[in-house]
C-alpha cells in the first residue's frame, strides 16, 4: 500500500470514519440534529475529499487490484455523496415527527453510501459483492426503519427474500464464470470460443445479468419494486430508486466495458429481452395506477429499461457516447427521483402515513403553486418533455440507440414513451382539477424540505433549457478517463 | 447586446402576466411601453453599430441548447439590413402605439392584460424577424398568430369579438399549413433550415430552377397570403378590427400583416430561381391591391376602411415583391407603418371622442373639434395616396417604376397599380371628406392627452419625412441599387405623379362641393348591387361560407361520433386493457414474486442457451 | 447463433432435469401416498411432545434477548476467524496486516462500545443512553 493508494481511497475511509464516529456519538449522547450534522459533515468531507483523489489519478487508478477509481467514478460517487445529504436533509423532519430514536439511521445511510461507492468502483468479483451486500443490508434495515409500523416492516421482508434470491443468484453465476474461467477480476474474464468451459462461462454471465437486472427492477425481476417503494418511507424509497440503483448501473457499464459480455450474442439477446420487457411492461403497469409511490416505481422501471439501452449498444456505438448518455441519464434520473420522492416526503412530513394516492395531491395547484409547479417539472422530466432535464436524457438515449443502430430498443423506447406520457400528464391534470369543497387541507410542510425540493424542481428546468455545461462536464470527465 | 431587443418586451409580458393586474394602472403603462422604449433603444444602439461596421450583417448566438453529435440546436439571432429595417419598425413604431394605447385603454378592463398581451407580440415578432433559422422564424410566426388571437378577442364579454378572432386565427391557420408544408419540403429536400444555408443551398441544387423550388415558394407564399391578408385568404383582416384601436394599428397595419412581405424577402434568393413563383406573388399583390381598393370606397365603419386599405397597401408590396424591386417593398413596407399607424391612432382618438362611434356617416364637420386627429389623419391619407413629397410618394413611385420595367407583364402591372393608386386617393378623400368636414352629427369630447398625442405627432413628422429616411438609411442596403427615382420615362413619371392627385380632385368633385353627383347611380338597381357586392368584399366572405364552412359544420355534424377518432381511443382501451392484465401479476404476494423470478431466471438461461 | 445446443450443454440440461423431475415426483407422490388429512379436531393443535399446550400462540413470547445474543455471537464469531486467518499470516503481512487488523479490532471496539451503550447487551430492563429532552415529553404526557 502506497501513499497515493491512500489518497485515491481517501474519500472512502473519510466516510467510514466519519460512520465509526457517528457510532461513537450516538453511543455517548442521542440527538437527532447532532446525528444529522455529523452525517452532512461526513458527506460533504467525502466529497471534498475527492478533490484529493482526483489529483492522484490520471485517467485511472487500480487499487488492491479491486476497485478502479477513474474520473467517472469520481462522478458516480459524487452523486451518491449528494443523494445522501438530500436523503438526510428530507429524513430529519420525516423522523423526527414520528419516531423515539432516530439516529441508526444515519449509520445506515453513510454505510449504505459507502457500499454503493464500492459497488461503483468495483472491477473484481470480491468487491462487487462485498460492495453490493453492505449497500443491501444497509437498505433492509433502512426500508424496516420505522418498525412500529406494518408497512415498512413487510416492505422489508420482501426486499429481503426476494433479494437474497438475486444474491443467490450472481453468487452462483460468480461461482460458474471462475469454474469456467479461473479468475474473478472483470478485465480478465473471457473465454475462448474453443474452450469445454464455454456453456458454464455463459450460465455463469446469465445468472450475474440476473442478479443485477434485479437490483435494478428490470421485467421480469421487476415485482418487488412497486410494494418496496410503496412500504418503505418516501426519503429510503428515493434512496432505493437513486443510490442503490445509480451504484449498479455504474458497476453495470464497468462490467460490460471490461469484460465485453454483450459480444456474446445470447446474453447480449437475453439483456434485450429485458430491456425491451422493462420498457413496455413498465409503463404498461404505471398506467392507471392512482398511488403515487407505485406510480413512480412502475416509471423506474421503464426508465431503468431505456437506460439499458446505451448499456446495449456498448459494442456498436462510440464508447465516450455511451458513457456519455450513462452519467447523464444516471444525473438527470436523480435529481428528478430524488424531486419526486421529496414531495411525497415533505407532505408526509406531520402526517401518519405517507402522502402517496394521487387523489391527496387534487387541486395542488391552486393548494400550494410551489409544490405543484415542482411537481409538474418532475412528471414533465420523466414523461421527457423538452426543455426539462429529462428530454435531454432521453435524447441521448435515443442517440445512442441510433448511433448503435439499435433499432428494435429505440422503436421500445418510442412506444414506452408515448404511454408514459398518459400517466404523467394524468399527474398534472389531477393537480389542476379543482378542490372539492369538503377535501381535506393539505397537511402542513416544513421550510427547509421546501428548499431542497424547490432547488432540485430548479435543477430539473434549468439544465433542461441550459444543460451545456454539464454536457461539457460529463464530457471532459469521459476524454480524462481515457476514451 | 441584441438579445435585449427581444428579451426586454418579453420580460415586461412576464412581468405583466406574474403581476396579474395588481399593480397599479400607471406602473403597468410605465412597464408596458417602457419595456418596448428600451428595446426599441437597444435596437437603435445595436443597428448604428451594424451600421457602423459597414458589414450590414450581425450574428448573435444566444444560446446553444445542447450538442449531440451533428444534432446542435441553438437559438441565433441574425441581424441585416432587411432584419433591421422591421426591427426599427416593430419596436420604434411599436413603442409609440404603446404609448397611445397607455391613453386610450385607461378606461378599460384588463389594462395589465392588454400589455401584457402586447408585449408577447412584439416578443414574438421580433424573434420572427430576427431568427435566423425558419424554426425561430416559425415560432415567432405562430406566436404573432396567438397574440393577434388574443387581442382581437380582448374584448371578450362580446360574443362577435370571440367570433372574429377565432376567425382570424383560422384563416390564417390555413396559411400557417401551407406555410408548414413548405418548410417540411425544403427540409426534406436540402436538409436545413437556417436561412442563409438553405438560401445557398437552394440555390447550389437548383441553378436552372426546378418544380420543387418553384413548390416550395409557393407554399411559402401561401403562408404569407394566410399572414398578410392577400386574396383568397383576406377575410380575417376586416373582422380583426374588433379588436382595440392600438392593436390594429400595432398588429393588423404596421407589423404582423406585413410578416409575409418579410417572409418572401427573407427567401428572396429561392423566389428569384427561374420559375413562375415571382409571377405568382406579383398577381396575387395586383389582384389583392385591386379588390380591396374597390371595397374601401364603400365602406361606412372608418376602421375596415382602413383595414381594406391596408390589404391594399400590402397588396402594392407583394407586387414590389413580385417584380423584384425588394428594397422599393420593404421601403414601403416601413413608410406604411408610419402613415397606417398614424392613421388607425388617428382614428381611434376620433372614436374615442365620439364615445365609440365608427360610423363616417354619423360623423363630420370635426375638423375645427378635433384638431390634432384631424391634421394627424390628413397628413396620413396624404401619404397614403401618395401626393408627391409625402413617403407614400416615394415608396409607391418606386414600385411603379420598376413594375413598369418588369419584363413579362409589366405593363399590366403598372396599369393595375396606378389604377389601383386612383382608387385609393379617392376612397382616401372621401374618408376624410365625409369624417372631418360637413354638418356636425355627433359633439365630440376629446380629451386626450400628451401620450396619445405626442405620438401621433411623431407619426405625423415620420409620414411625411420617412421617405427622407429611405434615402438616407435604406440607400445601400440591398444588392439591387437600392431606392432610387428615376424620371426616365416622361410620360410614366408624370402620369405616376399625377393619378393620385386626379383621384383627389375627383373626389373632392364628388364628395366635397357635390359637382358630381353619384346619387342617381348609387340609386340604380346596378349601382346598388355593385355597391352591396363590393360592400361585401367581393363576395369572398359568402362564397368561403357556402363553399368551405357550411359544408364543414355539416359534416362535422355527420361525424359527431367521430369515426377518425375511434382508432385512436381503440389503441387507449387496448392498451387500457392489456395494462388490466399485466395489473393482475402485481399481487404482493412474496411467494408469487419469488416464482416469477426464477421463471424469468429460466427465460434469460434458455436465451442465453439457445443464442450461445 | 447456432440454435442447435451445443453437445457439452447436456450433462447440465439432464442435470436440471433430474432436479425439476425428482422435484415434481416428491411433490406428486407425497400427494398420492400420503394420508388425507381430515382438518378439524386434534389436527388444529400443535404437536407438542405429547403435552397438551396451554395457552395460545401469540402469548408465548420468547425474549428479544435470546436473538440479539445469538446474533452477535454469530458476528463476533465471524470476525474471529477473519483475525486468526490474519494471525496465520502475520509474518508475511507485515506491519500492515498488523495496521489493517489494528482497525479491524478497533471497529469492532467501537461496535461493542455501541452495543453496550444502546442497551443491546443489557437482559430484561434496558439502561438507555441520555437523550436530552426525549423523556421530558413522555413523563408530562
Known amino acids: 500500500m502506497t501513499l497515493t493508494d491512500l489518497w485515491v481511497s481517501f474519500p472512502l475511509i473519510v466516510l467510514v470514519g466519519g460512520t465509526l464516529v457517528l457510532m461513537i456519538g450516538v453511543s455517548i449522547v442521542r440527538t437527532h440534529k447532532l446525528a444529522l450534522g455529523l452525517t452532512l459533515l461526513t458527506l460533504i468531507l467525502s466529497v471534498a475529499a475527492h478533490d484529493i483523489a482526483l489529483e492522484n489519478i490520471t485517467t485511472g487508478y487500480e487499487l488492491f487490484g479491486l476497485l478502479n477509481v477513474s474520473g467517472i467514478q469520481v462522478f458516480f460517487n459524487v452523486l451518491f455523496l449528494l443523494g445522501a445529504i438530500v436523503t438526510a436533509l428530507f429524513a430529519y423532519p420525516y423522523f423526527n415527527e414520528r419516531m423515539e430514536r432516530c439516529e441508526e439511521f444515519y449509520i445506515l445511510l453513510l454505510t449504505a453510501t459507502a457500499g454503493a461507492m464500492v459497488v461503483a468502483a468495483a472491477t473484481h468479483f470480491a468487491s462487487f459483492i462485498l460492495g453490493l451486500e453492505i449497500l443491501s443490508i444497509s437498505l433492509y434495515a433502512m426500508i424496516a ?271 414506452g414513451s408515448a404511454i408514459g406520457v398518459f400517466y404523467y400528464l394524468r399527474l398534472i391534470y389531477t393537480m389542476v382539477k379543482q378542490v372539492e369543497p369538503g377535501a381535506a387541507a393539505l397537511p402542513q410542510v416544513g421550510t427547509q424540505s421546501v428548499v431542497a425540493v424547490t432547488v432540485l424542481g430548479l435543477l430539473i428546468v434549468v439544465l433542461g433549457v441550459y444543460p451545456t455545461p454539464m454536457i461539457d462536464m460529463i464530457r471532459t470527465i469521459v476524454q480524462a478517463s481515457g476514451f | 447586446m441584441l438579445w435585449l431587443v427581444p428579451a426586454l418586451p418579453l420580460l415586461g409580458s412576464v412581468v405583466l402576466l406574474c403581476t396579474e393586474g395588481r399593480l397599479p394602472k400607471m406602473v403597468v403603462a410605465v412597464v408596458g411601453s417602457g419595456s418596448v422604449g428600451l428595446a426599441a433603444i437597444c435596437a437603435l444602439y445595436v443597428g448604428m453599430n451594424v451600421v457602423g461596421t459597414g458589414e450590414w450583417q450581425y450574428t448573435e448566438t444566444l444560446w446553444t441548447w445542447m450538442a449531440v453529435g451533428d444534432f446542435n440546436p441553438s437559438i441565433t439571432l441574425y441581424l441585416d439590413g432587411l432584419a433591421l429595417v422591421m426591427t426599427g419598425v416593430i419596436t420604434g413604431v411599436g413603442f409609440l402605439i404603446h404609448l397611445y394605447a397607455t391613453g386610450y385603454m385607461w378606461e378599460e378592463e384588463g389594462y395589465s392584460r392588454f400589455f401584457a398581451y402586447m408585449n408577447l407580440f412584439v416578443f414574438a415578432m421580433l424573434m420572427l424577424v430576427l431568427g435566423d433559422n425558419l424554426l425561430t422564424l416559425f415560432l415567432g410566426w405562430e406566436g404573432v398568430g396567438l397574440c393577434s388571437y388574443l387581442l382581437i378577442g380582448f374584448f371578450h364579454t362580446d360574443p362577435a369579438n370571440g367570433y372574429a378572432a377565432r376567425k382570424a386565427f383560422v384563416v390564417t391557420r390555413v396559411g400557417d399549413t401551407l406555410m408548414a408544408l413548405g418548410l417540411f419540403l425544403l427540409f426534406r429536400e436540402i436538409g436545413t433550415l437556417e436561412i442563409q444555408a438553405a438560401l445557398e443551398g437552394a440555390t447550389a441544387t437548383w441553378p436552372e430552377g426546378s418544380g420543387i423550388n418553384t413548390a416550395i415558394c409557393l407554399l411559402l407564399l401561401g403562408g404569407a397570403v394566410g399572414k398578410s391578408a392577400q386574396v383568397p385568404l383576406q377575410t380575417w383582416l376586416p373582422d380583426a378590427m374588433a379588436g382595440p384601436t392600438p392593436v390594429s394599428a400595432l398588429i393588423h397595419a404596421a407589423t404582423m400583416v406585413t410578416a409575409g412581405v418579410y417572409l418572401i424577402a427573407r427567401m428572396q434568393d429561392m423566389f428569384l430561381l427561374p ?50 424591386a425588394w428594397s422599393a417593398g420593404i421601403f414601403h413596407l416601413m413608410t406604411h407603418a408610419f402613415f397606417k399607424a398614424l392613421l388607425f391612432l388617428a382614428s381611434g382618438s376620433v372614436i374615442l371622442a365620439l364615445h365609440h362611434e365608427q360610423d363616417i356617416f354619423k360623423m363630420g364637420g370635426l375638423w375645427n373639434k378635433l384638431k390634432i386627429p384631424f391634421v394627424s389623419m390628413l397628413i396620413g391619407s396624404l401619404a397614403l395616396a401618395a401626393l408627391p413629397g409625402t413617403s407614400g410618394f416615394f415608396s409607391k413611385d418606386a414600385i411603379l417604376l420598376t413594375a413598369y420595367n418588369e419584363a413579362s407583364y409589366g405593363m399590366l402591372f403598372w396599369i393595375g397599380a396606378v389604377g389601383a393608386a386612383f382608387m385609393t386617393s379617392l376612397y382616401t378623400t372621401r374618408m376624410i371628406l365625409i369624417t372631418f368636414f360637413g354638418e356636425v352629427k355627433t359633439e365630440p369630447h376629446d380629451h386626450s392627452r400628451i401620450n396619445m398625442w405626442g405620438p401621433l405627432l411623431v407619426l405625423c413628422a415620420l409620414s411625411i419625412g420617412g421617405g427622407w429616411l429611405g434615402f438616407m438609411v435604406l440607400a445601400p442596403y440591398m444588392g439591387d441599387g437600392g431606392v432610387a427615382v428615376e424620371f426616365h420615362a416622361e410620360l410614366i413619371a408624370l402620369l405616376t405623379l399625377g393619378v393620385p392627385l386626379l383621384g383627389v380632385l375627383i373626389g373632392y368633385l364628388i364628395w366635397g362641393n357635390h359637382a358630381i353627383s353619384i346619387d342617381k347611380f348609387a340609386a340604380s338597381n346596378l349601382g346598388e348591387r355593385l355597391r352591396q357586392f363590393f360592400f361585401g368584399g367581393w363576395g369572398f366572405d359568402w362564397t368561403y361560407d357556402r363553399v368551405f364552412v357550411n359544408p364543414f359544420v355539416r359534416l362535422a355534424q355527420v361525424n359527431k361520433s367521430d369515426f377518425v377518432d375511434l382508432m385512436f381511443t381503440s389503441i387507449a382501451s387496448l392498451t387500457t386493457a392489456i395494462h388490466l392484465l399485466v395489473k393482475q401479476t402485481q399481487t404482493g404476494q412474496l411467494r408469487w414474486y419469488a416464482t416469477n423470478m426464477v421463471v424469468g431466471l429460466l427465460v434469460v438461461v434458455l436465451i442465453v442457451i439457445v443464442q450461445a | ?116 451503550r444502546t442497551g443491546a447487551l443489557d437482559w430484561g430492563i434496558k439502561r438507555r443512553v441520555y437523550e436530552p429532552g426525549r423523556y421530558a415529553k413522555v413523563d408530562s404526557a
Open chain 1, 145 to 415: 426503519y420505522p418498525r412500529e409500523s406494518h408497512q415498512p416492516l413487510e416492505a422489508a421482508a420482501k426486499y429481503l427474500v426476494l433479494s437474497a434470491v438475486a444474491s443467490s443468484a450472481i453468487l452462483m453465476g460468480v461461482a460458474l464464470v471462475y469454474a469456467a474461467s479461473g479468475t474473478m477480476a472483470f478485465a480478465e474474464l473471457n473465454i475462448s470460443p474453443e474452450s469445454g468451459e464455454r456453456s458454464y462461462f455463459l450460465l455463469g454471465q446469465a445468472l450475474i445479468c440476473v442478479g443485477i437486472a434485479f437490483k435494478l427492477s428490470l421485467v421480469p425481476f421487476h415485482m418487488w419494486t412497486p410494494d418496496v417503494y410503496q412500504g418503505a418511507p418516501a426519503v429510503v424509497t428515493g434512496y432505493v430508486a437513486t443510490v442503490s440503483k445509480g451504484a449498479v448501473i455504474a458497476l453495470l457499464i464497468n462490467y460490460v466495458q471490461a469484460t465485453e459480455v454483450l459480444s456474446y450474442t445470447g446474453v447480449f439477446y437475453a439483456v434485450v429481452f429485458v430491456a425491451v420487457a422493462s420498457m413496455i411492461v413498465g409503463n404498461l403497469l404505471a398506467l392507471l395506477q392512482t398511488n403515487l409511490k407505485r406510480l413512480l416505481a412502475y416509471s423506474s422501471i421503464a426508465h431503468l429499461g431505456y437506460l439499458l439501452i446505451a448499456v446495449l449498444v456498448v459494442n456498436t456505438a462510440r464508447p465516450e457516447l455511451v458513457l456519455e448518455t450513462v452519467l447523464l441519464y444516471v444525473a438527470a434520473y436523480f435529481i428528478i427521483t430524488l424531486a419526486a420522492f421529496g414531495i411525497v416526503n415533505l407532505t408526509s412530513e406531520h402526517a401518519t402515513e405517507d402522502n402517496e394516492q394521487m387523489e391527496a395531491y387534487t387541486g395542488l395547484f391552486w393548494r400550494n403553486p410551489l409544490l405543484a409547479s415542482v411537481l409538474t417539472a418532475v412528471a414533465l422530466a420523466l414523461a421527457g418533455i423538452p426543455l426539462t432535464v429529462g428530454f435531454i436524457a432521453k435524447f441521448y438515449v435515443f442517440a445512442a440507440g441510433v448511433e448503435g443502430t439499435a433499432w428494435a430498443l429505440v422503436w421500445a423506447l418510442l412506444i
Open chain 2, 275 to 324: 420559375g413562375p413563383a415571382m409571377h405568382w406573388v406579383a398577381f396575387v399583390g395586383l389582384v389583392t391591391l385591386f379588390i380591396s381598393a374597390f371595397t374601401a370606397l364603400v365602406q361606412t365603419d372608418i376602421k375596415r376602411i382602413l383595414a381594406f386599405s391596408t390589404m391594399s397597401q400590402i397588396g402594392y408590396m407583394f407586387l414590389a415583391l413580385g417584380v423584384g
Open chain 3, 1 to 116: 447463433m447456432a440454435t442447435v445446443i451445443p453437445v457439452d450443454m447436456w450433462p447440465f440440461l439432464i442435470f436440471c432435469v433430474v432436479v425439476f423431475g425428482l422435484l415434481g415426483v416428491m411433490l406428486v407422490a407425497s400427494w398420492y401416498i400420503g394420508s388425507k388429512a381430515r382438518h378439524g379436531g386434534a389436527q388444529d393443535i400443535p404437536y407438542e411432545s405429547g403435552i397438551v399446550p396451554v395457552g395460545e400462540a401469540e402469548d408465548m413470547r420468547l425474549s428479544i434477548e435470546f436473538y440479539l445474543v445469538a446474533i452477535f455471537f454469530v458476528i463476533f464469531d465471524l470476525e474471529t476467524i477473519f483475525i486468526v486467518a490474519w494471525a496465520v499470516a502475520f509474518e508475511e503481512t507485515a506491519w500492515l496486516g498488523y495496521g489493517a487488523a489494528a482497525v479491524f479490532i478497533g471497529m469492532l471496539l467501537i461496535a461493542l462500545l455501541y452495543e453496550y
